[in-house]
């Protein structure tokens, strides 16, 4: 029988994961620890949490972000005056967010964290199944990714958090950054820090997954044994992303480290832009939300949206 290779930390338990860029044979317990020590890394180089902050981190069922909070928890028991919420947002799609938001709730009853849920219904008085269906003029990825947005800043607020943490991993860093240079958005790009900023209206985003690849945030949820929601969102389009999302996996199977490199240029890239005007500077006239013209971007989906709505309706 062939015996796995050692693992190359500890030289004494066999390894069950290979880290293709490093070269590192890992253990169960010395690749948790590893994810573990680079997490704590990417927090204080960014300096994303003070010692007593209160931390929203938006959980949505999926092996990122029930990862996460798990990790949180754990770090956060060193810093007794700091607090972890998980919030999650209920976009309502049926039969896909409700069994994530399941697992998200046992997690945080298991973890004893508490959990605070917004929904779409309650903010917007629209699901994403009932925007689906009324057809606008963009993607249901582009709606919800705006809603969502608005959504978790808001739970965020109710909990009064200082900081937002979302998992967002390096592939979908690399991913942003990539798309962001292809469709010339320099202001996207320029907001994709992980650190985030202080912004009036906004609580912090910061992104402590930015540096955990996809597959090893995935690895980590198993051999941790968490429970996550695997399928795919039924909305979600082949759009643009996923073409880069298998471009970038092809090229870290022939060019190990890849990723990374992408991540760090674009960290490079981001002070170096100047977008003029990127904060918002008044406040929406229906919402009050800050923006950068008279209506906010959400206002103007909602507003179309219910417009479509009531066209539809028998006069
Ligand atoms: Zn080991
Ligand atoms: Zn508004």
Redesign the pocket.
């Known amino acids: 029988m062939k015996v796995a290779p050692l693992c190359t930390k500890c030289g004494s338990k066999p390894s069950v994961y290979f880290r293709p860029y490093s070269g590192e044979r890992l253990c169960p317990g010395c690749f948790a620890a590893s994810i573990r020590e680079r997490v704590e890394r990417t927090i204080s180089r960014f300096r994303m949490f003070e010692f007593d902050s209160r931390i929203a981190v938006g959980v949505s069922g999926g092996k990122d972000s029930l990862s996460l909070l798990h990790l949180l928890v754990e770090i956060e028991e060193q810093f007794p005056k700091a607090e972890v919420i998980a919030v999650s947002i209920d976009e309502g799609v049926r039969g896909y967010r409700d069994e994530a938001l399941r697992l998200a709730g046992e997690a945080c009853r298991s973890l004893g964290v508490e959990w605070r849920t917004l929904s779409f219904a309650d903010l917007f008085g629209l699901t994403m199944d009932e925007i689906t269906g009324r057809r606008g003029e963009l993607t249901p990825c582009s709606y919800c990714g705006v809603l969502r947005r608005r959504a978790l800043n808001q739970a965020a607020r109710d909990v009064e958090a200082d900081r937002l943490a979302t998992a967002h991993n390096l592939d979908d860093m690399a991913q942003t950054a990539l798309l962001n240079l292809m469709r010339g958005d320099l202001r996207r790009l320029a907001g994709m820090h992980p650190a985030g900023s202080d912004l009036p209206g906004f609580v912090r985003r910061v992104k402590p997954f930015c540096e955990v690849p996809e597959r090893e945030s995935t690895l980590y949820a198993y051999l941790r044994g968490i429970e996550f929601q695997s399928r795919p969102c039924p909305y979600a389009e082949t759009a643009m992303r996923t073409d880069i999302r298998r471009f970038l996996n092809r090229m870290e199977v022939k060019r190990p480290g890849i990723k990374f490199i992408i991540y760090r240029a674009a960290l490079e890239i981001i002070p170096r832009i100047s977008v003029g005007g990127a904060e918002p500077s008044g406040r ?1 006239r ?4 800050p ?1 950068r013209g008279d ?2 971007r ?2 103007q989906l909602v507003g179309e949206l219910s417009k479509e709505a009531e066209g539809e309706q028998p006069s």
């Open positions: 929406c229906i919402c009050g939300e923006t209506v906010c959400v206002c």
